[in-house]
């Protein structure tokens, strides 16, 4: 009995032993990963701080040494700079409405496409569907020349210059560039949305499309009426996606539309633009750039930069939980 009291005894000291280095383990790794999401919010979050306290900051409190994120001298005036040199107000609803339109296109567009490769097997879809992949990785960078010369002299099929005797139409510094390569899944980054499409479409069982087709449904209609309202969560996610890097694109805009009033275009020439605005509205006349202080104009260019991501980071606020919800549904994480 002795003997079996020990081993009980032993037993229960090595459960209690590997009990306690389990929790101590669990509470580094905790501890790991705790430190690891701060390090990453203050990267993310300190640009964003810094931004929101410049715009409220009175130009005396730059050269206060003792100021460092919270001003003394709270003012609007930077705000109202921003938003008269940028004409934010009537810009930011040119900006939604282009934008919105373009997600629009892409999202159908890249749909129709990615269901096709899922669904349909045709000669060199494999091949296609690779080559479809291969523009994610092509930089944007070698398709500048080739895309600014094709819409420079817009052709389709050589009917304008059949009709017309033109070499083409020129489409630069309208919409219809990227109207068109969204309507026809070739915009920003449709390869990827394609491809998220993609495999959300073949994860949905054959047996629905069989069905439909005993009803005598086509290959339209049971995409439109059955396929497309079950991918709510490939739309979310593709849309959400589509509408922050348009909102944000520089490149096509600036190879397109440099002449746009659209809130890339604007705040990629704000410094020039604040430098050349900015002494009439202080007062100082329209030939005195040399007497505005660099740093207001400093303090004036991230303003204005702060008003252009806050849309964004208001949309954010409202739907990040159905963006991680059909992110996690459509299986792009994994």
Known sequence: MERIDKLR????FV???NKARNTSLEWAWKLVLYILIAGISFIILMPLFRRLSTAFKDPIDI????????????TLDNIRHAMSILNYWPMLGNTLLFVTVMTLLQAVSCALAGYGFARFSFPG?????????LTILIPMNTLMVPMYLHFRSFDVMGLISLFTGKDGVNLLNTYWPSMITSATANGLKSGLYIYIFNQFFRGMPKEIEEAALIDGAGAYRTFFTIMLPNAIPAIMTVMLFAFVWQYNDTFYTSLFMSNSDLMSVNVASLPANVNQYLPSLLGLGGN????VDPNHVALIVDTGILLAIAPLVIMYLFVQRYFVESVERTGVVG
């Open 9 to 12: 005894s032993d037993e229960a």
């Open 15 to 17: 459960y209690r032993l």
């Open 63 to 74: 050269y206060n040494p003792t100021i460092f994120m919270v001003p003394i001298h709270f």
């Open 125 to 133: 879809s494999r091949l296609l569907f690779g080559l479809v992949i």
């Open 288 to 291: 005195s750039d040399m007497r």
